[in-house]
């Protein structure tokens, strides 16, 4: 395996690790770690070096995950909504990626009816 694709792994697990650790002190804190950006500048690192800088596919890819953050933001709104709620931890996540995944078709339908 080369550096590229080792490291995304390997600092996905170091955020998770410190979530963990963290929470345990501040909740706020662990929170703001586990949503900070860490996955897009490995993956947009991923896409770029195996495109050797593809100006095309690199700006595709980007707009994909523009494409990507508004259901996320849907995810963390319902299961956020979904605890004030009292839900309890597996309806919490369904009810998140329901969330996720309806925003994510209302996206990219949105996509296609407006072209590229």
């Known amino acids: 395996m080369k550096?590229?694709?080792?490291?995304?792994?390997?600092?996905?697990?170091t955020v998770i690790i410190l979530v963990a650790i963290i929470?345990?002190?501040?909740k706020t804190i662990a929170a703001v770690t586990a949503t900070m950006p860490v996955?897009?500048?490995l993956t947009l690192w991923i896409?770029?070096?195996?495109?050797?800088?593809?100006?095309?596919?690199?700006?595709?890819?980007?707009?994909?995950?523009?494409?990507?953050?508004?259901?996320t933001l849907a995810f963390t709104l319902a299961i956020w909504l979904g605890a004030r709620a009292g839900l309890r931890l597996i309806p919490l996540i369904?009810?998140?990626y329901s969330a996720w995944g309806a925003t994510l078709a209302v996206m990219l339908l949105?996509?296609?009816?407006?072209?590229?």
């Open 3 to 13: 550096l590229h694709e080792v490291m995304p792994v390997a600092i996905s697990i």
């Open 23 to 26: 929470q345990r002190q501040s």
């Open 39 to 41: 996955t897009i500048p």
């Open 47 to 71: 896409v770029y070096t195996s495109t050797q800088g593809d100006r095309s596919a690199v700006t595709q890819f980007t707009r994909g995950m523009v494409s990507g953050i508004i259901p």
């Open 94 to 96: 369904g009810v998140g």
């Open 110 to 116: 949105i996509q296609k009816v407006s072209g590229p």
